[in-house]
């Protein structure tokens, strides 16, 4: 039984979320396109949204960065340029920490925005008070990770990891097997961010993927500039 649930969770779930994230992204920007953006509070307690959310998204573009290129760049490009395993797993712990600290101090700071401002708590919806905190949650279980693999700075276990997101990625059959012996918390980080990985079109991250370059070509909207900037 275990063993069931450990291959459907990370050897099935993955091409779930990945498939919905793909698919739903797309259908909501056909469907839905004008609400392809995150909603603005930011004329409530204006401040206190600035810092954080400049921190949490330093925070958390610095992570995805680093998750994508550690886990996705084959072994054998880093072996080529003279990386060993110990350096990644050391520049990991570093870079992925400082991130890290960024993130969760950004998201503690809307998390706090968010619930105990009342105007900003009324002008909240559901999704965007669970994203937040799902998204804390896995920034704190990131920083829980740092410990074990500070026990493990030969980059061992890093390379399970490397194994298991390239096989997904190549639809290798038996990735889930890479890590089956991984500790509790790395497999909890694992499965939150699939998750969120699965919620991602049905909440405000789709702004992620937005960019402004559809004005180029796309007329029928109208481009508003402040006086200030006007002059």
Same mark, same amino acid.
């Given at each position: 039984?275990? $063993?069931?649930?450990?291959?459907?969770?990370?050897?099935?779930?993955? *091409?779930?979320?990945?498939?919905?994230? @793909? +698919?739903?992204?797309?259908?909501? *920007?056909?469907?839905?396109?004008?609400?392809?953006?995150?909603?603005?509070? &930011?004329?409530?307690?204006?401040?206190?949204?600035?810092?954080?959310?400049?921190?949490?998204?330093?925070?958390?573009?610095?992570?995805?960065?680093?998750? +994508? +290129?550690?886990?996705?760049?084959?072994?054998?490009?880093?072996?080529?340029?003279?990386?060993?395993?110990?350096?990644?797993?050391?520049?990991?712990?570093?870079?992925?920490?400082?991130?890290?600290?960024?993130?969760?101090?950004?998201?503690?700071?809307?998390?706090?925005?968010?619930?105990?401002?009342?105007?900003?708590?009324?002008?909240?919806?559901?999704?965007?008070?669970?994203?937040?905190?799902?998204?804390?949650? &896995?920034?704190?279980?990131?920083?829980?990770?740092?410990?074990?693999?500070?026990?493990?700075? $030969?980059?061992?276990?890093?390379?399970?990891?490397?194994?298991?997101? &390239?096989?997904?990625?190549?639809?290798?059959?038996? @990735?889930?097997? &890479?890590?089956?012996?991984?500790?509790?918390?790395?497999?909890?980080?694992?499965?939150?961010?699939?998750?969120?990985?699965?919620?991602?079109?049905?909440?405000?991250?789709?702004?992620?993927?937005?960019?402004?370059?559809? *004005?180029?070509?796309?007329?029928?909207?109208?481009?508003?500039?402040?006086?200030?900037?006007?002059?």
């Amino acid at each position: 039984m275990a $063993d069931f649930i450990h291959h459907l969770l990370f050897g099935i779930y993955p *091409y779930i979320a990945l498939a919905v994230l @793909a +698919v739903g992204s797309v259908i909501r *920007y056909d469907r839905e396109p004008y609400s392809w953006r995150a909603g603005s509070s &930011q004329l409530l307690r204006r401040k206190q949204l600035i810092v954080g959310s400049v921190l949490f998204h330093l925070g958390v573009l610095m992570i995805f960065a680093g998750h +994508v +290129v550690g886990l996705l760049t084959p072994i054998a490009v880093f072996d080529a340029l003279g990386v060993s395993h110990s350096a990644k797993q050391l520049l990991a712990i570093v870079a992925g920490g400082f991130a890290g600290l960024l993130g969760i101090t950004g998201a503690t700071m809307l998390i706090h925005r968010r619930f105990f401002d009342p105007r900003v708590r009324a002008a909240s919806s559901f999704a965007d008070n669970m994203i937040i905190l799902l998204l804390w949650a &896995q920034l704190a279980l990131g920083l829980g990770t740092i410990p074990l693999s500070l026990q493990h700075l $030969d980059g061992h276990e890093m390379v399970k990891f490397m194994t298991w997101a &390239q096989g997904i990625f190549t639809f290798r059959s038996g @990735a889930a097997d &890479q890590i089956r012996d991984a500790a509790l918390v790395f497999k909890l980080h694992l499965f939150m961010g699939l998750t969120i990985l699965l919620l991602f079109p049905f909440t405000r991250l789709v702004h992620m993927l937005s960019a402004p370059v559809r *004005y180029v070509w796309r007329p029928g909207y109208q481009v508003v500039r402040s006086r200030k900037l006007a002059s």
